[in-house]
């Protein structure tokens, strides 16, 4: 069993465990319900969200068809709490792993671009300077053999530019390779997987800078 979970984490946090299985009630913000939810190591979980009067599920949750402003309400804050606590215990919560969500946070948080779905895989993320600008970050999922890998799937990939000579020494060292789908030239492909979280960061913001030069926004 691969453990993509933390136990530490998990008991820091208030989980208790019993046979495998850490569990663990939230309340919601606002108060009337809690989040029940059970997680393994290997990342399989289960959640409910429970009426605090009763002690019993909200079954209303489940069931596509309901609406109304009480329900939509309870939904959105289970949808909210649950991601919190997902992302708080170190739960993937997209194809990129935790060092390529920490890396998309930072940069939404720290200048506001939030990242895009552009294309109809629904998966693959954007991060542009501004609403209409030029992405200088691409998240995106390639073929394993693209990183040497004798295996079938897919990996989790970073593309960045980066300006010459960087590219060149980065390729030789073997940190990064030059890009899957993009000019091999002026763009870089880092394993997501493989690599640090602080890297990746610094990868992007040299990325960053570079389209912003490209697209007057800064001085050279």
């Known amino acids: 069993m691969e453990e993509?979970?933390?136990r530490d984490v998990l008991l820091g946090l208030g989980f208790q465990e019993k046979d495998g299985v850490y569990t663990k009630d939230i309340p919601f913000p606002g108060?009337?319900?809690?989040?029940?939810?059970?997680?393994?190591?290997?990342g399989e979980i289960e959640e409910e969200t429970i009426e605090k009067d009763t002690g019993l599920p909200y079954l209303l949750l489940g069931v596509p068809a309901a609406k109304g402003e009480f329900v939509e309400d309870v939904r959105r804050r289970h949808d909210s709490?649950?991601?919190r606590t997902l992302w708080e215990i170190?739960?993937?919560?997209?194809?990129?792993?935790?060092?390529?969500?920490?890396?998309?946070?930072?940069?939404?948080?720290?200048?506001?671009?939030k990242a895009e779905r552009p294309f109809r895989d629904g998966e693959s993320l954007v991060l542009r300077t501004g609403p209409k600008g030029s992405w200088y970050a691409l998240f995106l999922?390639?073929?394993?053999?693209?990183?040497?890998?004798?295996?079938?799937?897919?990996?989790?990939?970073?593309?960045?530019?980066?300006?010459?000579?960087?590219?060149?020494?980065?390729?030789?060292?073997?940190?990064?390779?030059?890009a899957y789908h993009m000019s091999k030239s002026q763009w870089l492909s880092y394993s997501i997987?493989?690599?640090?979280?602080?890297?990746?960061?610094?990868?992007?913001?040299?990325?960053?800078?570079?389209?912003r030069k490209k697209e007057g926004l800064d001085p050279r």
């Not at 029940?36 to 290997?42: I, K, P, S």
């Not at 990996?155 to 390729?171: A, F, R, Y």
């Not at 979280?197 to 389209?211: D, G, K, N």
């Open 4 to 6: 993509i979970l933390e």
């Open 81 to 83: 709490l649950l991601e």
């Open 141 to 178: 999922m390639g073929p394993a053999r693209f990183l040497g890998e004798d295996r079938k799937g897919e990996v989790p990939l970073l593309n960045v530019k980066c300006p010459q000579p960087l590219h060149g020494e980065i390729v030789a060292r073997g940190i990064a390779l030059p």
């Open 193 to 211: 997987r493989d690599t640090a979280r602080e890297t990746l960061i610094e990868a992007i913001e040299i990325s960053r800078a570079e389209v």
């Open 90 to 113: 170190g739960y993937p919560l997209s194809p990129f792993l935790r060092n390529g969500e920490e890396a998309i946070r930072h940069f939404e948080e720290k200048y506001g671009e």
């Open 31 to 42: 108060g009337g319900f809690f989040l029940r939810l059970r997680v393994r190591l290997d």
